[in-house]
């Protein structure tokens, strides 16, 4: 996509905890308009770098530019500029809809701007028949609903959310995935940390993050195209026998009635073998085996 503005740009952010680097010297841009995500497993730094890229942490290193201001050296201005939504919906659950929206809605304008902020909110992530009803009545997918409705009343120019679907249904997370992206349309940019592979497919462009590093920067496609070039993906029948020791073999796991595998460019391809694309989960196991390879050196 046109780069157009760049509402964030990290450079060679990094962040220390005693002698751990869960941070490690990221970098990359996110433009306006794009859902880009975060992608990675548990323990990988992403929430870390979300804090630190939301003004909630101190870097230790590097700086990054969020709606025009240092998180390194005007972590408050940026605060005002952005919206944050955790994986926990965060919400009063006595209080209802509306007063929820009200309370967050207060904390960035003030007057009549607030009502109006809230009418807003309301209308634009279909909440307007739930406004009375108590938080705490709501089911799972609503409370993230109305979670992600308090981060952007105040309709900032950036979004950080991290995990936001974590522990709904599939259909509460394409609800909540259809309201980002109606809010990227009108021009906001949204960053979004998760470890759904199907999720990483949804975003404009994907960084993975592993070891508190940046392993890999692209659109979805381009980052299966890299896959690609550098492996070979085939199917078997799921009955079929396959030597793992085989040379060239990366890898074999069985999935519904099919045996899938890896090999190297040149391996010898089993009889039988239909040959298939990578998927984003490829890109994700074989880019952290790569990369905890390059660790062992």
């Not at 960053?191 to 993975?208: F, I, P, Q, S």
Request: net charge neutral; hydrophobic share 45%.
């Amino acid at each position: 996509m046109s780069a157009g503005q760049v509402p964030v740009t990290v450079t060679g952010l990094e962040r220390r905890f005693g002698r751990l680097l869960a941070v490690a010297g990221v970098s990359f841009e996110v433009y306006e308009g794009e859902v880009f995500g975060l992608l990675g497993p548990n323990g990988a730094g992403k929430t870390t770098l979300v804090r630190m890229l939301s003004g909630v942490l101190a870097p230790s290193g590097g700086d990054a530019r969020v709606a025009g201001f240092s998180v390194a050296y005007e972590a408050e201005r940026v605060k005002e500029r952005i919206g944050y939504a955790t994986q926990e919906a965060s919400v009063y659950p006595f209080l209802t809809v509306r007063e929820n929206l009200e309370f967050r809605a207060a904390l960035y304008l003030e007057g009549r701007a607030v009502a109006a902020a809230v009418d807003d909110a309301l209308a634009r992530f279909g909440l307007e028949e739930a406004a009375l009803q108590r938080a705490g009545e709501l089911s799972g997918g609503w409370r993230q609903r109305l979670s992600l409705a308090q981060a952007l009343v105040h309709r900032p120019p950036v979004a950080f959310l991290d995990e936001p679907t974590t522990g709904l249904d599939p259909l509460a997370r394409r609800t909540v995935w259809d309201l980002v992206y109606a809010e990227a349309e009108r021009g906001m940019s949204a960053v979004v940390t998760t470890h759904y592979m199907d999720e990483a497919e949804r975003c404009h462009r994907v960084g993975l993050v592993y070891r508190g590093r940046l392993v890999a920067l692209g659109a979805p496609g381009e980052l299966k195209e890299a896959a690609r070039k550098s492996y070979r993906f085939y199917r078997l029948p799921a009955g079929a026998a396959v030597r793992r020791d085989l040379g060239g073999m990366v890898d074999a796991w069985r999935r519904g009635g099919v045996l899938r595998i890896v090999l190297e460019p040149g391996a010898p391809i089993p009889e039988g073998a239909t040959e298939e694309e990578p998927t984003m989960e490829d890109v994700f196991v074989l880019k952290i085996r790569e990369e905890d390879r390059r660790a062992l050196v």
